[in-house]
């Protein structure tokens, strides 16, 4: 099988669907990697990436169309009197200098469209070309900074939001490519060294590089180089790329309607691979996904390692996705089977034991320990004392949300948003928890957005807990970077889950919160302080995800019928099934034998 836009192929060992692996020795810590190489020289332009610019309508054109919260229009916590007459003097002066120049020394821009237009300039510029055709987008562009790292890498994770920008401008190769590329680099050979990845894992990210041809120094081939997080920060490899893979994946189909990328061969056994490998048996008993620390967004020590909630928001959307594409045959029937049982045991799970609110958090404080017995009302054996001052303080009146973490005798209450808006965007929380959710945005809005949307978490650890937790990490100080820092990138799952559940007008107000500084800060990985008004002290700037993620949130808002791409709905046997677990007694609970599953829950 020829993988598109490569002119010659090479293989040293047996592939499996097309998948070429050849010996390499950029890995000194693994047995072999897998370089997906091709002779032939890198195109300055690619087939599918038009030039043209977005000028889609907004979702409402000025305050006044906006719906209002809580009665108020641009209230004090969004924005203030004096940055009105800040943008107001910037617009004007703008005007009568009449300054022109590049995007990235040009003054700040006041005009939506432009910024949108830069965004756009800026998102085509980070595109990464393999064999003439485009595969990917760089994690940032920072002319700024001298030390890339692997900034100049091609991630998974960070690649989603550029995808769905694509896909919502109808330019589909990249994402073609994207998908069909990396599945080649995904892990097909099961084994038992610890070095080596697992079978069906995804590669954190890859590079495109340039190498001398063997047996001729004068000519030269590109290969695909994967990252495993052999040589991440932490070394720790990613859980959710595969996971990202397939939500992806989902997106192309329905957003093109090509259904024969999915429908091939490779690509089916590719989400079979992911699948087994995430439903494998462990020594785990519960239905939630167990991965250690940094596997995710949050790639650091931050204290999420055992069931953190977005690895089982993503887990449970990738099920529903992986079901709705898999091909029904002899092959598929005992997976089908196994995801049907275990998407049960998981919504069950996270919505009867992650979620707190007001309700919640009095029936914990109440909580008796030391219970042995099916019945026992405090499975995890939580100790009320765990209920933290600032949780009291905090939780409001109207609103819940879904807990970062949960454990033996542990509940991790932190405010994790990527989880919580996942959670809304795969129906993994039920409709009344999805609002509730949402409302304790609005109620907390001078929290979790103030001057710049959104904190990944809330709140940050600090004092001898951070040094505890996170090993006294330097990048991750209190409201900094995954310590409850501001990610802008952030903004289009909030916007999806806004959408999902007909409420808007939150996400558009973020998005104009961002828009008062995001092009002018140019574009920061991350903000740092409580209330997000410095850029991070380490942040890198043109990041690629946070130009992404607002082109994705302003083409949502102005077509809100686009987000049907990325939404899941549940579907009825699933509640049937639901309903059926909550009215069982408790020694039904833990057999659930008319399920035909063994998750405790």
Same mark, same amino acid.
């Not at 690895?311 to 598929?332: H, K, N, T, V």
């Not at 009146?397 to 005798?409: D, E, R, S, T």
């Given at each position: 099988?020829?993988?598109?836009?490569?002119?010659?192929?090479?293989?040293?060992?047996?592939?499996?669907?097309?998948?070429?692996?050849?010996?390499?020795?950029?890995?000194?810590?693994?047995?072999?990697?897998?370089?997906?190489?091709?002779?032939?020289?890198?195109?300055?332009?690619?087939?599918?990436?038009?030039?043209?610019?977005?000028?889609?309508?907004?979702?409402?054109?000025?305050?006044?169309?906006?719906?209002?919260?809580?009665?108020?229009?641009?209230?004090?916590?969004?924005?203030?009197?004096?940055?009105?007459?800040?943008?107001?003097?910037?617009?004007?002066?703008?005007?009568?200098?009449?300054?022109?120049?590049?995007?990235?020394?040009?003054?700040?821009?006041?005009?939506?469209?432009?910024?949108?237009?830069?965004?756009?300039?800026?998102?085509?510029?980070?595109?990464?070309?393999?064999?003439?055709?485009?595969?990917?987008?760089?994690?940032?562009?920072?002319?700024?900074?001298?030390?890339?790292?692997?900034?100049?890498?091609?991630?998974?994770?960070?690649?989603?939001?550029?995808?769905?920008?694509?896909?919502?401008?109808?330019?589909?190769?990249?994402?073609?490519?994207?998908?069909?590329?990396?599945?080649?680099?995904?892990?097909?050979?099961?084994?038992?060294?610890?070095?080596?990845?697992?079978?069906?894992?995804?590669?954190?990210?890859?590079?495109?590089?340039?190498?001398?041809?063997?047996?001729? +120094?004068?000519?030269?081939? %590109?290969?695909? @180089?994967?990252?495993? =997080?052999?040589?991440? *920060?932490? !070394?720790?490899?990613?859980? &959710?790329?595969?996971?990202?893979?397939?939500?992806?994946?989902?997106?192309?189909?329905?957003?093109?309607? +090509?259904?024969?990328?999915? %429908?091939?061969? @490779?690509?089916?056994? =590719?989400?079979?691979? *992911?699948? !087994?490998?995430?439903?494998? &048996?462990?020594?785990?008993?519960?239905?939630?996904?167990?991965?250690?620390?940094?596997?995710?967004?949050? +790639?650091?020590?931050?204290?999420?390692?055992?069931?953190?909630?977005?690895?089982?928001?993503?887990?449970?959307?990738?099920?529903?996705?992986?079901?709705?594409?898999?091909?029904?045959?002899?092959?598929?029937?005992?997976?089908?089977?196994?995801?049907?049982?275990?998407?049960?045991?998981?919504?069950?799970?996270?919505?009867?034991?992650?979620?707190?609110?007001?309700?919640?958090?009095?029936?914990?404080?109440?909580?008796?320990?030391?219970?042995?017995?099916?019945?026992?009302?405090?499975?995890?054996?939580?100790?009320?004392?765990?209920?933290?001052?600032?949780?009291?303080?905090?939780?409001?009146?109207?609103?819940?949300?879904?807990?970062?973490?949960?454990?033996?005798?542990?509940?991790?209450?932190?405010?994790?948003?990527?989880?919580?808006?996942?959670?809304?965007?795969?129906?993994?929380?039920?409709?009344?928890?999805?609002?509730?959710?949402?409302?304790?945005?609005?109620?907390?809005?001078?929290?979790?957005?103030?001057?710049?949307?959104?904190?990944?978490?809330?709140?940050?650890?600090?004092?001898?807990?951070?040094?505890?937790?996170?090993?006294?990490?330097?990048?991750?100080?209190?409201?900094?970077?995954?310590?409850?820092?501001?990610?802008?990138?952030?903004?289009?799952?909030?916007?999806?889950?806004?959408?999902?559940?007909?409420?808007?007008?939150?996400?558009?107000?973020?998005?104009?919160?961002?828009?008062?500084?995001?092009?002018?800060?140019?574009?920061?990985?991350?903000?740092?302080?409580?209330?997000?008004?410095?850029?991070?002290?380490?942040?890198?700037?043109?990041?690629?995800?946070?130009?992404?993620?607002?082109?994705?949130?302003?083409?949502?808002?102005?077509?809100?019928?686009?987000?049907?791409?990325?939404?899941?709905?549940?579907?009825?046997?699933?509640?049937?099934?639901?309903?059926?677990?909550?009215?069982?007694?408790?020694?039904?609970?833990?057999?659930?034998?008319?399920?035909?599953?063994?998750?405790?829950?």
């Amino acid at each position: 099988m020829l993988i598109p836009g490569c002119s010659s192929m090479r293989q040293s060992h047996k592939g499996n669907y097309g998948y070429q692996r050849i010996e390499s020795g950029l890995f000194h810590n693994v047995k072999c990697s897998w370089l997906h190489s091709c002779r032939c020289q890198q195109s300055e332009s690619a087939s599918g990436i038009s030039t043209e610019n977005v000028n889609g309508a907004w979702f409402v054109d000025s305050a006044q169309k906006f719906n209002p919260i809580n009665g108020v229009v641009n209230g004090p916590d969004v924005l203030e009197i004096q940055d009105v007459q800040q943008l107001k003097q910037e617009k004007e002066g703008l005007a009568s200098s009449g300054a022109h120049g590049t995007i990235r020394d040009a003054p700040h821009k006041i005009s939506n469209d432009s910024i949108e237009d830069e965004a756009w300039d800026l998102l085509r510029e980070s595109v990464v070309y393999y064999c003439g055709s485009p595969i990917g987008t760089i994690a940032a562009k920072d002319p700024t900074s001298s030390n890339v790292l692997n900034y100049d890498q091609v991630f998974i994770r960070d690649f989603i939001p550029s995808g769905i920008a694509f896909l919502l401008k109808g330019e589909y190769d990249i994402v073609r490519n994207f998908i069909l590329h990396t599945l080649q680099l995904q892990s097909w050979e099961k084994t038992m060294d610890c070095h080596s990845p697992g079978q069906g894992l995804m590669p954190a990210s890859f590079k495109v590089r340039t190498v001398p041809l063997d047996g001729d +120094d004068s000519a030269t081939e %590109e290969v695909l @180089d994967p990252d495993f =997080g052999e040589a991440a *920060i932490g !070394r720790v490899a990613p859980v &959710d790329s595969g996971l990202w893979w397939i939500i992806l994946l989902r997106a192309y189909g329905k957003c093109s309607g +090509d259904l024969s990328v999915q %429908e091939r061969v @490779d690509v089916q056994t =590719g989400i079979k691979m *992911i699948l !087994r490998l995430c439903l494998a &048996d462990g020594f785990d008993m519960f239905p939630t996904l167990l991965v250690t620390d940094g596997p995710c967004m949050i +790639d650091r020590r931050m204290g999420i390692h055992g069931h953190p909630l977005e690895i089982q928001a993503l887990f449970y959307s990738a099920l529903l996705c992986a079901r709705e594409m898999l091909a029904p045959e002899d092959g598929s029937a005992d997976l089908i089977r196994a995801m049907n049982n275990r998407l049960v045991a998981l919504s069950f799970h996270i919505r009867e034991y992650y979620w707190v609110d007001l309700r919640k958090l009095n029936e914990i404080y109440r909580y008796k320990t030391e219970e042995y017995s099916y019945d026992a009302v405090n499975k995890f054996n939580i100790y009320p004392d765990q209920i933290s001052p600032w949780l009291v303080e905090w939780m409001p009146n109207k609103g819940g949300y879904l807990i970062g973490n949960l454990q033996p005798a542990h509940m991790d209450f932190r405010f994790f948003s990527l989880g919580n808006l996942w959670s809304v965007v795969s129906s993994l929380t039920t409709r009344d928890q999805s609002h509730a959710i949402l409302d304790l945005i609005e109620a907390k809005w001078a929290d979790l957005v103030a001057d710049m949307p959104l904190k990944i978490c809330y709140p940050a650890l600090e004092g001898q807990e951070w040094q505890i937790i996170t090993g006294s990490d330097p990048k991750n100080t209190h409201w900094s970077y995954h310590n409850a820092g501001s990610w802008p990138t952030l903004l289009w799952q909030l916007t999806a889950a806004c959408i999902k559940m007909n409420r808007p007008e939150i996400a558009a107000k973020a998005v104009e919160v961002a828009e008062r500084r995001i092009s002018r800060d140019k574009w920061p990985e991350y903000y740092d302080t409580k209330r997000g008004r410095f850029i991070g002290k380490q942040s890198r700037l043109f990041q690629t995800w946070s130009i992404a993620g607002y082109l994705v949130a302003k083409l949502l808002l102005a077509d809100p019928s686009k987000a049907k791409i990325l939404i899941t709905e549940e579907d009825s046997s699933l509640v049937n099934a639901f309903s059926c677990m909550i009215s069982s007694n408790p020694r039904r609970k833990r057999g659930l034998k008319n399920l035909k599953q063994t998750y405790i829950v």
